[in-house]
């Protein structure tokens, strides 16, 4: 079973930034796209970023467009989130995901769409 290993969570003040890393247990196995999600204590599961191999189209939540950035290594099926201009509301676990197969732009904003995913890394934002 193909396993999604995260680093790189922690604890920032608001207005600070962190970058998350995410890869795969096998280098050589076959993936579609990738992409991070978070949950906070007593929330649902929520998409906030992701990145296809195939032409490197990137898809952001509204709420992070123009403060996360998502980036990839497709031969090394590696994943990177940087999170710039954090705020409280960023306080969540955040979960790496994979796709094996290429799936439809709407679907991919749902976390049932993926099949493999990492631990989780905490992220806490200090206002």
């Known amino acids: 079973q193909v396993q999604l290993v995260e680093s790189g969570g922690g604890l920032v003040q608001a207005g600070g930034s962190l970058r998350l890393s995410c890869g795969t247990s096998?280098?050589?196995?076959?993936?579609?796209?990738m992409a991070w999600f978070r949950q906070a204590p007593g929330k649902e599961r929520e998409f906030v970023a992701a990145?296809?191999?195939?032409?490197?189209?990137?898809y952001y939540a509204d709420f992070v467009k123009g403060r996360f950035t998502i980036s990839g290594d497709n031969a090394k099926n590696t994943v990177y989130l940087q999170m710039n201009s954090l705020q409280s509301e960023d306080t969540a676990v955040y979960y790496c995901?994979?796709?094996?197969?290429?799936?439809?732009?709407?679907?991919?904003?749902?976390?049932?769409?993926?099949?493999?995913w990492g631990q989780g890394t905490q992220v806490t934002v200090s206002s």
């Open positions: 096998e280098r050589t196995v076959s993936v579609y796209g």
């Open positions: 990145i296809m191999w195939s032409g490197g189209r990137l």
């Open positions: 995901a994979a796709l094996k197969n290429g799936i439809s732009v709407s679907a991919l904003y749902k976390d049932r769409a993926y099949d493999y």
